[in-house]
């Protein structure tokens, strides 16, 4: 039996390529919203290099890599911006597109699309909220 393979676990952070993977997804994911004409008004007056650190950090994170993030919480940051449920969908969606055309395994996205769904309530608008 090789012991380290069976006895070390591998993140998805280290299964789909680490750090310069996961700036690649930033990359991308942030050139689509930007070019989404109902997602870009948000992004006018944001300083999109921290923007796309903060995120790249966060995801990290979600992906079970080191956590070096040092931003706001999701409520914090989004709460004021009064964001709808279907700009939050339509976020979501640019996401999980770009790892899907980046190849990321089908279970790394399957827990992406998760916590997607576990973080909603922290981004969209309390009032904006279905059934709130
Ligand atoms: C799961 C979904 C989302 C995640 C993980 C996420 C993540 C983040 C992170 C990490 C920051 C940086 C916070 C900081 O700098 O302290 C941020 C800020 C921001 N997010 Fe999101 N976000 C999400 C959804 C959205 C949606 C749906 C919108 C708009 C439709 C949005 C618009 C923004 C804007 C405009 C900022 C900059 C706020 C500012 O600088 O005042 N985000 N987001």
């Known amino acids: 039996m090789t012991v380290t393979s069976e006895t070390t676990p591998v993140s998805h ?3 789909i390529g680490g750090a310069s993977s996961v700036k690649a997804a930033v990359e991308l994911f942030y050139d689509r919203v930007l070019a989404d004409p109902e ?3 948000y992004f006018t007056d944001v300083d999109m290099t921290g923007q796309r650190r903060h995120l790249a950090l966060m995801l990290t994170v979600v992906l079970g890599g080191p956590n070096e993030y040092t931003g706001r919480g999701l409520a914090e940051a989004h709460q004021p911006m ?3 449920v ?3 969908a339509k ?4 996401l999980t597109e770009v790892l899907t055309q980046l190849g990321v395994p089908a279970d790394v996205l399957a827990h992406v699309r ?3 769904g576990e973080v909603q ?3 969209v608008a309390t009032g904006n909220r279905p059934g709130a």
Do not use: E, M, S
């Open 114 to 116: 998760t916590v997607l």
């Open 86 to 88: 279907a700009h939050y």
């Open 13 to 15: 952070y280290q299964r």
């Open 121 to 123: 309530d922290q981004v």
């Open 39 to 41: 997602l870009a008004g």
């Open 91 to 94: 976020v979501g969606a640019h």
């Open 82 to 84: 009064n964001i709808p």
